[in-house]
């Protein structure tokens, strides 16, 4: 009775906890007064099933300062619930290979209990939870359905076994079926082939089929095309790349538009689980081109007592394979003049019979030809109106949609009347004379459309476009041009067909000509004068220029919508931009000065919102040449930020960095494109040819020796290789050097002309060749001199030279800039020099000419003269310049337009010059 007048306390908590009073939660506390039957009443919800409820006796004795406990049996707490359940556990996984990281097993208990999954895998035929290794543990709810429990690779060994043991909240536990783990089996070796029949260049996507073992998840994938005949992965190109799980390795597609070469070859490399495996190597064949079908007429206009008509019709011989599909009409019909060909196309006025006439007609299904030159019969009945125009209608079926049709219209021409003229084409060219190398290139391919090319002098300006496109009506102004002319490169294309024009503009894209400034002749522009449409032409390329990259950028700046950009910072400034740049877009004749500012108020905000920057730096080509004599061409943006991801699209198609074996006629055809991601804009390139070279000639009584300085390597213009310095008398070319240009490093080469005539004129023309082309021509004359006489006579491309003379001892005299005798020289666009002296010299240069000499000298740059040495000599530029000399008085020099110079000396020297060239004349006595 040693705990009477003590406590008597129940609690409840779990198993474990049995025999701790303090760690367990009270259900309740009544003094003890002895032996007996004492009654609790208890919350329910203090009590859970799978815990324990136990009393004790608890009494605190103050005399000893102890404190006793005596503990009875505790009773486990059922769960009093009709959901029960027996405990099972069950691995259901069929089969269990050591290559396994997961199964599947079902667990099944009392819901309201909790219970937590082990896995062990042992040896031998029992299980001992002591000696097996635990792989897994985790908790798990009770389910009918199977459960996935992943314990990850290299945990299985064949031969041993895989047990599942379930423990639970109530501390009672339950063992799985033991499984037997089977060893791995050899698994599947990874294939990959390239499935598409036939791969061309046109192509968007390549197919492709795969196969690896089931346990691998997915395989990554490259698409690499390259050139020879092995694949080098560390060099070659990847065109695609990218992952395919297990279930979709029978069919992969590859996206590569505009990525594919003719000639090149492809090949598919994945790798499956640490494995590479290569494709079938397949090689790229020309794409089916469908093209742009396309019809114009073969001439400028028609008159109205034309029996037939000629045209032009070209469409893809992809068209053929259509097989009865194929079929194509070409039809000529008759509209009022009233009517633009955009409101013919607009309204499609061929449906409209009342107000249009069927001229002629071209039917593949009737037996006709409708592909080439034709000429196609004007109908039987039809009369041919001047003042109404005409238009070719060309049909086709759609490649794409069965039983669908595709019109293409050509612009039209007019109807004259039966006496009017039709004026042959021709193409009129300013400072692209046959001394420069973009004219020979252009000549080349006027030659072969036998085209006329006619070359517009400085003197020439204030002539109408009609009357040098040769149109009648228009006659030759009386009056010489005294304006001062223009460096500007200039080209008109008068009278042609829209067939002419079309063969002409692709013939010079397909050689890589660009001329920046040109013009076609229209109703509108014949009674301008030449000079007029050159400035306007110049000004409306800017303009056009600033137009078309403000409306790309308008384009692209569509394309951010505000769900994606409506609270960031400048969406509101960029809104506004974009606003204003449409309406500037949509008004008639926006300045350029207004396209610029539009510009830059739409790009600031645009490119802080994408997060993009400018692309910066110099697109630069270097030359590789290869052993079989073609060339690689490598581009590389100079000036780029590090790191950045840069992507290249030649004029041909190629992408990439780098063009293989280009012949040496291509190089200059080839233009390379550069952008980069997240970058905003483009970079161009293009190779030139060399500048026009800097040369100089010393004459002698009967030598020539002519210096050119070499050009060293510039970006985007390979140096030189050879000089060609080529010797003319009255126009005949009577002898030539051809310098090696890689002699002498950064040094003069020079040519010695000898056995010549004394006191007669000759003409140098020098040339540079590199492996891209030909250079433009320095022109130098020259006037060989009496005995013991010398003359020098340099070249300059820039804007000014001086010309200085010194006197050999023979003469026992010396001249320089500034003589006894005043000497006033002017050279620019309409200079007049006139000079006394006691033999003729003959100065014809293209910049500014200061000579003092007692000996007859000639200098002619950008053409060919013929000169007298008995008299004096006159012959005219293209800026018409007539120069005069006199000398005994000093020497002063004047380099404005119109100027005029007089030099009264012994020698009277007649002076040619033409705009844009310098000449310098050395005169030793």
Same mark, same amino acid.
């Given at each position: 009775?040693?705990?009477?007048?003590?406590?008597?306390?129940?609690?409840?908590?779990?198993?474990?906890?049995?025999?701790?009073?303090?760690?367990?939660?009270?259900?309740?506390?009544?003094?003890?007064?002895?032996?007996?039957?004492?009654?609790?009443?208890?919350?329910?919800?203090?009590?859970?099933?799978?815990?324990?409820?136990?009393?004790?006796?608890?009494?605190? &004795?103050?005399?000893?300062? %102890?404190?006793?406990?005596?503990?009875?049996?505790?009773?486990?707490?059922?769960?009093?619930?009709?959901?029960?359940?027996?405990?099972?556990?069950?691995?259901?996984?069929?089969?269990?290979?050591?290559?396994?990281?997961?199964?599947?097993?079902?667990?099944?208990?009392?819901?309201?209990?909790?219970?937590?999954?082990?896995?062990?895998?042992?040896?031998?035929?029992?299980?001992?939870? %002591?000696?097996?290794?635990?792989?897994?543990?985790?908790?798990?709810?009770?389910?009918?359905?199977?459960?996935?429990?992943?314990?990850?690779?290299?945990?299985?060994?064949?031969?041993?076994?895989?047990?599942?043991?379930?423990?639970?909240?109530?501390?009672?536990?339950?063992?799985?079926?033991?499984?037997?783990?089977?060893?791995?089996?050899?698994?599947?070796?990874?294939?990959?082939?390239?499935?598409?029949?036939?791969?061309?260049?046109?192509?968007?996507?390549?197919?492709?089929?795969? &196969?690896?073992?089931?346990?691998?998840?997915?395989?990554?994938?490259?698409?690499?095309?390259?050139?020879?005949?092995?694949?080098?992965?560390?060099? &070659?190109?990847?065109?695609?790349?990218?992952?395919?799980?297990?279930?979709?390795?029978?069919?992969?597609?590859?996206?590569?538009?505009?990525?594919?070469?003719?000639?090149?070859?492809?090949?598919?490399?994945?790798?499956?689980?640490?494995?590479?495996?290569?494709?079938?190597?397949?090689?790229?064949?020309?794409?089916?081109?469908?093209?742009?079908?396309?019809?114009?007429?073969?001439?400028?206009?028609?008159?109205?007592?034309?029996?037939?008509?000629?045209?032009?019709?070209?469409?893809? &011989?992809?068209?053929?394979?259509?097989?009865?599909?194929?079929?194509?009409?070409?039809?000529?019909?008759?509209?009022?003049?009233?009517?633009?060909?955009?409101?013919?196309?607009?309204?499609?006025?061929?449906?409209?019979?009342?107000?249009?006439?069927?001229?002629?007609?071209?039917?593949?299904?009737?037996?006709?030809?409708?592909?080439?030159?034709?000429?196609?019969?004007?109908?039987?009945?039809?009369?041919?109106?001047?003042?109404?125009?005409?238009?070719?209608?060309?049909?086709?079926?759609?490649?794409?949609?069965?039983?669908?049709?595709?019109?293409?219209?050509?612009?039209?021409?007019?109807?004259?009347?039966?006496?009017?003229?039709?004026?042959?084409?021709?193409?009129?060219?300013?400072?692209?004379?046959?001394?420069?190398?973009?004219?020979?290139?252009?000549?080349?391919?006027?030659?072969?459309?036998?085209?006329?090319?006619?070359?517009?002098?400085?003197?020439?300006?204030?002539?109408?476009?009609?009357?040098?496109?040769?149109?009648?009506?228009?006659?030759?102004?009386?009056?010489?041009?005294?304006?001062?002319?223009?460096?500007?490169?200039?080209?008109?294309?008068?009278?042609?067909?829209?067939?002419?024009?079309? %063969?002409?503009?692709?013939?010079?894209?397909?050689?890589?000509?660009?001329?920046?400034?040109?013009?076609?002749?229209?109703?509108?522009?014949?009674?301008?004068?030449?000079?007029?449409?050159?400035?306007?032409?110049?000004?409306?390329?800017?303009?056009?220029?600033?137009?078309?990259?403000?409306?790309?950028?308008?384009?692209?700046?569509?394309?951010?919508?505000?769900?994606?950009?409506?609270?960031?910072?400048?969406?509101?400034?960029?809104?506004?931009?974009?606003?204003?740049?449409?309406?500037?877009?949509?008004?008639?004749?926006?300045?350029?000065?207004?396209?610029?500012?539009?510009?830059?108020?739409?790009?600031?905000?645009?490119?802080?919102?994408?997060?993009?920057?400018?692309?910066?730096?110099?697109?630069?080509?270097?030359?590789? /040449?290869?052993?079989?004599?073609?060339?690689?061409?490598?581009?590389?943006?100079?000036?780029?930020?590090?790191?950045?991801?840069?992507?290249?699209?030649?004029?041909?198609?190629?992408?990439?960095?780098?063009?293989?074996?280009?012949?040496?006629?291509?190089?200059?055809?080839?233009?390379?494109?550069?952008?980069?991601?997240?970058?905003?804009?483009?970079?161009?390139?293009?190779?030139?040819?060399?500048?026009?070279?800097?040369?100089?000639?010393?004459?002698?009584?009967?030598?020539?020796?002519?210096?050119?300085?070499? /050009?060293?390597?510039?970006?985007?213009?390979?140096?030189?290789?050879?000089?060609?310095?080529?010797?003319? /008398?009255?126009?005949?070319?009577?002898?030539?050097?051809?310098?090696?240009?890689?002699?002498?490093?950064?040094?003069?080469?020079?040519?010695?002309?000898?056995?010549?005539?004394?006191?007669?004129?000759?003409?140098?023309?020098?040339?540079?060749?590199?492996?891209?082309?030909?250079?433009?021509?320095?022109?130098?004359?020259?006037?060989?001199?009496?005995?013991?006489?010398?003359?020098?006579?340099?070249?300059?491309?820039?804007?000014?030279?001086?010309?200085?003379?010194?006197?050999?001892?023979?003469?026992?005299?010396?001249?320089?800039?500034?003589?006894?005798?005043?000497?006033?020289?002017?050279?620019?666009?309409?200079?007049?020099?006139?000079?006394?002296?006691?033999?003729?010299?003959?100065?014809?240069?293209?910049?500014?000419?200061?000579?003092?000499?007692?000996?007859?000298?000639?200098?002619?740059?950008?053409?060919?003269?013929?000169?007298?040495?008995?008299?004096?000599?006159?012959?005219?530029?293209?800026?018409?310049?007539?120069?005069?000399?006199?000398?005994?008085?000093?020497?002063?020099?004047?380099?404005?337009?119109?100027?005029?110079?007089?030099?009264?000396?012994?020698?009277?020297?007649?002076?040619?010059?033409?705009?844009?060239?310098?000449?310098?004349?050395?005169?030793?006595?």
């Amino acid at each position: 009775m040693q705990y009477k007048g003590g406590l008597l306390i129940l609690s409840t908590g779990t198993a474990a906890s049995d025999g701790d009073g303090d760690g367990r939660t009270r259900l309740g506390t009544k003094s003890f007064a002895g032996a007996g039957t004492y009654t609790f009443s208890v919350d329910a919800k203090n009590l859970k099933a799978g815990n324990t409820v136990q009393a004790y006796l608890y009494k605190y &004795d103050g005399d000893s300062d %102890r404190t006793y406990y005596k503990y009875s049996d505790s009773v486990l707490i059922q769960s009093g619930r009709s959901d029960e359940r027996e405990a099972k556990a069950e691995i259901v996984t069929d089969t269990i290979r050591a290559d396994r990281t997961d199964v599947w097993v079902r667990a099944d208990f009392t819901p309201s209990l909790t219970g937590t999954l082990k896995l062990y895998t042992y040896a031998g035929e029992t299980f001992d939870e %002591r000696q097996a290794t635990e792989i897994y543990s985790g908790a798990i709810t009770p389910s009918e359905n199977s459960q996935r429990a992943t314990f990850g690779s290299g945990k299985l060994k064949a031969g041993e076994y895989l047990i599942a043991v379930l423990t639970l909240s109530d501390g009672t536990s339950v063992v799985s079926n033991a499984k037997v783990i089977d060893p791995e089996p050899e698994k599947v070796k990874p294939t990959v082939t390239i499935t598409s029949t036939k791969v061309t260049a046109g192509m968007t996507r390549v197919q492709a089929a795969a &196969d690896f073992d089931f346990s691998i998840s997915q395989a990554s994938f490259k698409l690499y095309q390259f050139r020879g005949d092995e694949l080098d992965v560390d060099t &070659d190109q990847v065109i695609s790349s990218g992952s395919v799980y297990y279930s979709g390795r029978k069919s992969i597609g590859f996206y590569c538009k505009g990525k594919l070469t003719a000639g090149a070859k492809l090949q598919l490399v994945m790798t499956a689980d640490g494995q590479e495996a290569r494709s079938n190597i397949v090689e790229v064949q020309p794409s089916p081109d469908w093209g742009t079908p396309y019809a114009a007429f073969e001439v400028s206009a028609v008159k109205s007592d034309a029996a037939s008509i000629d045209v032009t019709v070209d469409y893809s &011989d992809e068209y053929l394979s259509l097989g009865d599909e194929f079929y194509c009409d070409v039809t000529i019909y008759e509209f009022s003049g009233n009517y633009t060909d955009q409101e013919f196309e607009d309204n499609e006025m061929w449906e409209q019979t009342t107000r249009v006439t069927r001229v002629g007609q071209a039917n593949s299904r009737s037996g006709d030809t409708t592909k080439g030159t034709l000429t196609i019969p004007v109908k039987d009945g039809v009369t041919l109106n001047p003042g109404d125009r005409l238009i070719i209608k060309l049909r086709l079926p759609h490649v794409e949609w069965e039983g669908e049709e595709v019109d293409y219209l050509s612009a039209s021409v007019p109807i004259i009347g039966e006496n009017e003229t039709i004026t042959a084409p021709r193409v009129l060219l300013y400072n692209l004379s046959t001394d420069t190398s973009m004219g020979v290139r252009l000549r080349e391919i006027l030659s072969e459309l036998g085209i006329e090319a006619v070359d517009v002098a400085n003197s020439q300006l204030n002539e109408t476009l009609g009357y040098l496109a040769g149109m009648d009506g228009y006659t030759a102004n009386p009056e010489a041009y005294t304006g001062s002319g223009s460096d500007t490169e200039f080209m008109v294309m008068a009278n042609f067909s829209e067939a002419q024009l079309d %063969r002409f503009l692709a013939a010079m894209s397909s050689k890589g000509i660009r001329i920046d400034h040109k013009a076609v002749t229209t109703a509108y522009n014949v009674d301008y004068e030449f000079h007029r449409l050159i400035d306007d032409i110049k000004e409306e390329h800017e303009t056009f220029q600033a137009l078309i990259n403000l409306n790309q950028l308008v384009k692209d700046a569509e394309k951010l919508t505000g769900e994606q950009y409506g609270q960031a910072e400048r969406w509101e400034e960029f809104k506004k931009a974009l606003e204003e740049a449409k309406a500037l877009l949509s008004s008639e004749e926006p300045s350029l000065e207004d396209l610029v500012s539009a510009d830059q108020k739409l790009r600031a905000p645009y490119l802080a919102l994408t997060g993009m920057t400018e692309l910066t730096g110099e697109v630069v080509i270097r030359l590789t /040449q290869q052993a079989d004599g073609t060339w690689n061409m490598e581009a590389s943006l100079e000036g780029a930020p590090e790191g950045a991801l840069l992507n290249w699209k030649w004029s041909s198609g190629e992408t990439g960095a780098v063009l293989e074996h280009v012949s040496a006629a291509d190089l200059i055809t080839k233009t390379v494109t550069v952008t980069g991601e997240n970058r905003y804009g483009s970079k161009k390139a293009q190779l030139r040819v060399p500048a026009k070279p800097d040369a100089a000639v010393k004459a002698g009584s009967d030598t020539l020796e002519v210096t050119v300085a070499q /050009q060293a390597e510039q970006n985007n213009c390979p140096a030189p290789t050879s000089y060609t310095v080529a010797l003319y /008398q009255n126009g005949t070319q009577i002898a030539s050097w051809t310098l090696d240009g890689t002699a002498v490093n950064g040094g003069a080469l020079q040519a010695v002309f000898d056995g010549l005539d004394s006191e007669t004129a000759y003409t140098i023309k020098v040339y540079a060749e590199s492996p891209v082309g030909r250079s433009d021509t320095a022109v130098l004359t020259a006037t060989t001199l009496e005995e013991e006489t010398e003359t020098e006579t340099e070249t300059d491309t820039e804007t000014e030279t001086e010309t200085e003379s010194e006197s050999e001892p023979a003469t026992e005299t010396e001249t320089e800039s500034e003589t006894a005798a005043p000497v006033e020289t002017e050279t620019d666009s309409e200079q007049e020099t006139e000079t006394e002296t006691a033999a003729p010299v003959e100065t014809e240069t293209d910049q500014e000419t200061e000579s003092e000499t007692t000996a007859p000298i000639e200098t002619e740059t950008d053409q060919e003269t013929e000169s007298e040495t008995a008299d004096p000599v006159e012959t005219e530029t293209e800026s018409e310049q007539e120069s005069e000399n006199e000398t005994v008085a000093p020497v002063e020099t004047e380099t404005e337009s119109e100027q005029q110079t007089e030099t009264e000396t012994a020698v009277p020297i007649e002076t040619e010059t033409e705009s844009e060239q310098e000449t310098t004349a050395l005169v030793e006595t």
